[in-house]
């Protein structure tokens, strides 16, 4: 029972927990996202600093987040209020939880587009479609379902009822059931399409791009995209990992569980990195191609090497794996919310925010074709909606985690659920100062005010 006096699901086990956190972590900001921003962004020196903003600012604030949830063992918004409320202060912070639970929902729209996109990869891969194929039928087919705003609804709207049937079967029969099968078939996977990247010719070139640190790359924004980057990929500020985290049984050490995701998380997002780039060399493709990197650039190598339908297909399966699980935790806050709230059974409350999300979706796939030349800010939909949520909302959110976990939650309360030892001498700093300050610096750094 929580404090509201609701019954709040449970994980069976730490393992449990492991695997459905690293399901929400690595998704398509691993396979996809990572990838094209890389490439976008100069290659090595990105990378660098993508795993200085995971370990300093990403860590610590997942520990962070998983602590809060676990506290307050409700949704995001009820666990803000009732946790201010043991603080002593103000019920304002709910709306912190609100960000999230706003975020989650905004970030799934135009993710269950994306999934879709690689719904559709996936059957066009196994259905053999580059056999024989020449590079411009592989070019024309990216473009083709860009123009299709029809084809493109069909997938996601088929994403998006996969992902409301798992979550509406609940924590331990849905989410864990799920995550529990996927996520090592997706590891194996991805192992498989690295040790093929391994034996290509451009091996060397793809592992130069990806570690030769070169800092003239690197600028104000390339700074902010890689924070908002680790904030996406960790699944962090928004929530998720809060609502996954309350339903983590006690003494299941917080930081121990985190370092394993945030672990495995780097080391997928490095993998497919591994996996795309040295192919794409080969083949002397261009790896700044931003998010059609793996839709438009990857087949046109698979088109062209020996075993490519197989290769292709396994690398669909791996993203819609990755896509699902990811999904499944961006939905679950406003699912919580609205049953534990508004007294809607978990299948009603899945089934209204996944046609909420899925209506929000529409602008997405628009943005593609009929509705691109409507912009705000300069940027499109679809790149209005991504640029507001990792590079605004998420770290906003991270913030006000650092700064509650930091600052407003005592003392003890923290030491107490982390149970970390001589280890929170480390914690505590990393949450208070370097955390906060760095989110801050580097957010007035893009906006040029620093
Ligand atoms: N971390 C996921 C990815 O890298 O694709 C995206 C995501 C999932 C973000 C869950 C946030 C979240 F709550």
Redesign the pocket.
Known sequence: MTASGKIHGQWSSRLAFIIAASG???????IW?FPYLLGENGGGAFVLVYLACVLGIGLPIMMAETLLGRRGRQNPINTMATLAGQAGASRIWRYAGWLGVLA?FL?LSY?SVIAGWSMAYLFKMAGGFIDGASTETARQAFQELKDAPDRQLIWHTLFMGATVVIVSRGVSDGIEKVTRLMMPGLLLMLLLLDIHAVRTEGFAEGMSFLFKVDFDKLTGESLLIAMGQAF????LG?G??MVYGSYLPAHVSIARSSAIVAGLDTAVALLAGIAIFPVVFTHHLEPGMGPGLIFETLPLAFVQMPGGTLFGTVFFILAFF?AIT?AI??IEPAVAWLSENAGLSRQRASAYAGSACWLLGVGTVLSFNRGSDLTLAGRNFFEFIDFLTADIMLPAGGLLVAIFAGWVMKREHSEEELEMGAWYCYWRPLIRYLAPAAVVIIFLHAMGLL
């Open positions: 929400s972590a690595i998704g398509l900001g691993n996202k989650g970030i993710y996406f990929s960790l699944g928004m998720s990992i990755a990811s935790a961006l």
